[in-house]
């Protein structure tokens, strides 16, 4: 009886580990059934519009498997950009909290999160949950210029700055720029107050991070100019030619007073023929114009400026030259209509925007470091073409 017990031994371990089997396969059969019907009572919800209630059922089925945790993401973003974060917020939030997450979905249930709550204007816990991910991998860079983003929003300049060492860290281009912008943020505020020796170090800090930077250079010119060191403001205004073309026909005028200051205005035409040569600029060939009326005579201009409108045509030109068909002619008639042309001109230049953003488009007659609509830094350059530059 003893030997058949032995014998058994293994059939019973055998069938033992059968059953057990079995029950397992059983046990995942009753979870998958039950995932089964909470998905599909949370579409049921979606369907007849029940939003929360949707979201509750949804939920309830994250706890159980994990599988389905890129649906859930899909269906918080979907939620924000329909614009209704409470309801995000929920999905994500819940996200967060859930144990079991691997840390890549966690780290990006904190970022989408950290944008819920940027969404949502509540700018100190969104800073908070991008401060959590500065040293992920996958969500550091990006939670940082979220975080540059809230600052510039707040105007806490300062604050930025202190994440200097990373943004040199992450060496990312764009990220350099607009620290050098908080720079110069502080820098305007400082000339202002006119401290002279705050300005240029808050500005030589600016052009460390971003050499690029025409804003650092504009506002040193100005700066030097108001201190009396002229030949300074002229560096720095060739400076910004070299950095930004586009910007540069915007300091043509304070740049040529500034050689005056210096008694090199000859050293200035040189230099301006250059820039007419090289970008066609209507402000430069007009600059540039009065210097051949000073040194050859109202014809020679004339001359100059018709074979320069029959290559290039600009609006801001074609008035130039009226004006200077208006000061050479005697006859009363002809300068009446003369007038009325030049009055037309003027009024249509005055409806037209003078800059446009190089990022998003939007058009302004005002410049502004920071576009008003994309908050880009630096991107509102003067229009080109036949009504601008
Ligand atoms: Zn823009």
């Known amino acids: 009886m003893i030997e058949l017990l032995f014998l058994l031994l293994p059939v019973a371990m055998a069938y033992g580990w059968f059953m057990g089997r079995n029950s397992i396969k059983q046990k995942d059969q009753t979870i998958k059934q039950d995932l089964s019907i ?26 159980v498997e994990d599988n389905s945790v890129e649906a859930h993401f899909a ?27 691997p840390t890549k979905d966690k ?3 904190v970022y989408e999160l950290g944008k819920d709550f940027l969404s949502a204007g509540l700018y100190d816990r969104a800073e908070k949950m991008f401060t959590k991910l500065l040293k992920s991998t996958a969500y550091g860079l990006k939670s940082l210029t979220y975080l540059l983003q809230i600052f510039q929003s707040t105007k806490d300049w300062q604050q930025g700055i202190n994440y200097k060492k990373l943004i040199v860290k992450f060496n990312d281009k764009r990220l350099l720029h607009t620290l050098a912008n908080f720079y110069c943020e502080l820098a305007t505020n400082a000339f202002e107050q006119d401290k002279f020796l705050a300005v240029i170090e808050l500005l030589e800090q600016a052009l460390k991070l971003d050499p690029n ?24 205004y060739q400076g910004i030619y070299q950095q930004d073309q586009e910007f540069f026909p915007d ?17 200035f035409f040189y230099f301006i023929k250059k820039v007419y040569d090289e970008t ?4 430069a060939l007009i600059s540039y114009l009065g210097h051949i009326e000073l040194k050859f005579g109202n014809k020679k201009a004339q001359e100059f400026m018709l074979s320069a409108l029959k290559r290039r045509p600009t609006i801001r030109g074609f008035e130039y030259f009226v004006n200077m068909q208006k000061n050479q002619t005697k006859v009363q008639v002809k300068n009446a209509s003369l007038d009325l042309i030049t009055e037309l001109i003027s009024e249509y230049l005055k409806i037209k925007h003078r800059y446009s953003c190089r990022s998003c488009g939007f058009n302004s007659s005002t410049h502004y470091w920071s576009c008003p609509s994309c908050h880009e830094w630096e991107q509102l350059k003067p229009v080109r073409g036949l009504e601008g530059e």
Do not use: P
């Open 38 to 63: 909470k998905y599909s009572t949370g579409l049921n919800y979606l369907l007849s519009n029940q939003k929360d209630k949707a979201i509750d059922s949804l939920l309830d089925a994250l706890s």
């Open 280 to 283: 066609a600029s209507s402000s």
């Open 107 to 109: 780290q990006q249930a």
């Open 75 to 101: 269906m918080a973003n979907l939620f924000r950009k329909r614009g209704e974060l409470d309801r995000a917020l929920k999905v994500h939030e819940h996200l967060v909290r859930h144990g079991n997450l």
């Open 213 to 236: 930077s025409c804003r650092a250079n504009w506002l040193m010119a100005k700066i030097y100019e108001n201190h009396k060191q002229s030949e300074l403001a002229c560096q720095c």
């Open 251 to 267: 300091v043509i005028a304070q740049m040529h007073k500034c050689y005056l200051d210096i008694d090199a205005s000859e050293e």
